[in-house]
């Protein structure tokens, strides 16, 4: 095993020196091995968005370092860093361009970090042909449908194609916020169960912040839970296998000494 | 109207069409409203026209397109690393575009080069005094329509139309949004400076004042387009913008045909861009009222 994500020590203040200053992550350190999945839990500005945001470049950490497979990338800029880390939202229209159709969308995933690209090169037969064969996967009857513009697609087909086109060219992490909270149980539960099993095809390391507890649980082989912008506590192996929703409410109780909010927090 | 003075809109309408083509780019693709566009049309002007009265049209044009580039490149950098609003940044080069059209010209306001050959006095050489302009004109346009189609599905194409549609998905897509709006500015400013060189050739002349509207110009053959052709493709978006600026110029001929006062051209486009640009609210605002209705009645 190999060490895929290691963030050591990062800080963010938003609004630093004025009345408004908050901290939103406070000297955190994570590993992530090559292969891990862990699920990120914690009430509203526990820090979970803006941990996210600062692993895909979104903003630069205040202090700290973060480093992909070995790299350092603590001020890479964003876009250079996304053809290694797959992102997916909450919003289901944020991850694809709606006037533009299911080919365009899947070849400008797949085109940017296919081997030997080259800015001038267009989508081919054989491109075609895979892009068929991957939508086939998702099981919604997109593939026959390559050419219809994507706006045209419902909050579920969209987070399905969004999924598809983050792991299209397995990224080296793949950072998932909420990406089913937008949708209806039933779509959310398909979407997940693609995500578990694209996930566990392709062996990618993953992170996915949700506000639903027993998926948590359930999905991954780590269960984090954040606080104030550091980790309260992390569950991993039997102890993680064990938990139920009860008991870690409890346990982040004792942990925080504060109650989780769970207005948000579905235990369905 | 007569069939020469039919021809003589064609030819216009084709020169034209490559700053609908430009605004096709700016505007449809990359959402930028990039009023660059009026000073880049009268750079090429100028930059064509001292160039052909000094006995080099061809080169003429390449300064044309490269004057243009470089306006876009202006633009498109107060945008994106100063953060200038776009209009804002379209409108500051444009301002400072008039200083250096003049300077171009040779400080002059006005540039007639009616006695020098140029590149439609070539062409009527080769392909005959009737039709040269046309075929000249039709070659130039058909050959950067089919360059732009095979460009907009290429790889960085497809990131530029991305760039315009979704700018939070880009980044998280590895494309530098920077560098997009850079590159399609660039291009759209390029195609507007040699649509505004051939021009100042075609009538042997070159004012500083020529681009005066040109982007509402450019807008309202787009629009016109797109109601005939429409814009679900990039095939049909481009065939849009060529087939629009032609009708564009064929209108204004009949219109000048049927005695108007070319004093108001101007604000016909302008009423053409208007309407065109709120047929979408006023189409929303009137089935609103009808269902309201409806649903009173009930």
Excluded at chain 1, 122 to 130: G, N, P, R, S, Y
Aim: charged share 15%; hydrophobic share 50%.
């Amino acid at each position: 095993m190999s060490k895929m994500l290691e963030i050591n020590g990062i800080s963010k203040t938003f609004f630093p020196g004025t009345a408004n200053a908050k901290k939103a992550i406070e000297n955190f350190s994570m590993t992530l091995e090559a292969g891990d999945f862990v699920t990120l839990i914690g009430s509203n500005g526990a820090g979970k968005s803006t941990l996210f945001n600062a692993i895909a470049g979104v903003y630069y950490p205040d202090n700290g370092k973060i480093f992909l497979d070995g790299k350092d990338i603590t001020f890479l800029p964003e876009y250079k860093r996304s053809s290694q880390i797959g992102r997916m939202f909450q919003d289901p229209v944020a991850g694809t361009a709606p006037h533009m159709t299911i080919e365009e969308n899947l070849a400008l995933a797949y085109l940017r970090s296919v081997k030997g690209a080259n800015p001038f090169m267009t989508i081919t037969k054989k491109d075609k042909a895979f892009f068929k064969e991957k939508l086939a996967e998702l099981g919604l009857g997109l593939e026959d449908r390559l050419t219809m513009p994507v706006g045209l697609l419902s909050g579920g087909q969209r987070q399905a194609l969004t999924l598809l086109m983050a792991t299209l060219v397995t990224p080296k992490l793949l950072l998932l916020d909420e990406h089913t909270a937008a949708l209806d149980p039933a779509t959310a539960e398909k979407v997940l169960e693609l995500t578990r099993k694209i996930v566990a095809e392709n062996k990618i390391t993953c992170m996915m912040v949700t506000h639903n507890i027993t998926n948590a649980l359930e999905l991954g082989n780590r269960t984090m839970m954040m606080h104030g912008g550091s980790v309260a506590f992390e569950l991993t192996d039997a102890e993680r296998k064990n938990m139920t929703v009860e008991q870690l409410l409890k346990l982040f109780k004792e942990k925080t000494s504060t109650a989780l909010d769970t207005d948000r927090i579905l235990f369905s | 109207m007569s069939l020469t003075v039919l021809q003589g809109a064609v030819e216009q309408g084709l020169i034209y069409s490559l700053v609908a083509l430009a605004l096709y780019i700016s505007y449809r693709t990359l959402d930028i409203a990039d009023l660059t566009t009026d000073g880049t049309f009268a750079l090429g002007a100028a930059c064509s026209a001292i160039f052909t009265a000094n006995g080099h049209p061809v080169l003429g044009l390449v300064m044309a397109i490269a004057g243009g580039a470089v306006a876009g490149f202006v633009t498109a950098f107060l945008q994106t690393t100063f953060g200038v609003l776009p209009i804002l940044a379209g409108i500051i080069t444009m301002t400072g575009l008039y200083s250096i059209n003049l300077m171009v010209m040779g400080n002059k306001a006005n540039l007639p080069i009616l006695k020098a050959d140029n590149v439609f006095t070539y062409a009527e050489r080769v392909f005959g005094a009737g039709f040269g302009k046309l075929i000249l004109a039709l070659v130039i346009v058909a050959i950067i329509s089919a360059a732009l189609v095979w460009f907009l599905r290429t790889r960085t194409g497809l990131s530029l139309r991305a760039t315009g549609d979704n700018r939070s998905m880009v980044s998280a897509s590895s494309i530098n949004p920077a560098l997009m709006t850079t590159l399609g500015l660039c291009l759209a400013n390029a195609l507007t400076a040699l649509s505004g060189g051939l021009i100042a050739q075609y009538q042997k002349f070159s004012d500083a004042t020529l681009g005066t509207g040109m982007v509402v110009i450019g807008l309202a053959s787009l629009i016109i387009g797109e109601v005939f052709i429409g814009r679900k493709s990039v095939l049909r978006g481009v065939l849009a913008a060529v087939l629009g600026g032609v009708i564009y110029r064929i209108i204004i001929a009949a219109a000048l045909s049927a005695k108007v006062n070319a004093n108001n051209l101007k604000l016909i486009s302008a009423v053409i861009v208007a309407v065109a640009i709120c047929y979408p609210a006023v189409r929303a605002k009137l089935a609103f009222y009808r269902m309201r209705k409806g649903g009173a009645a009930k």
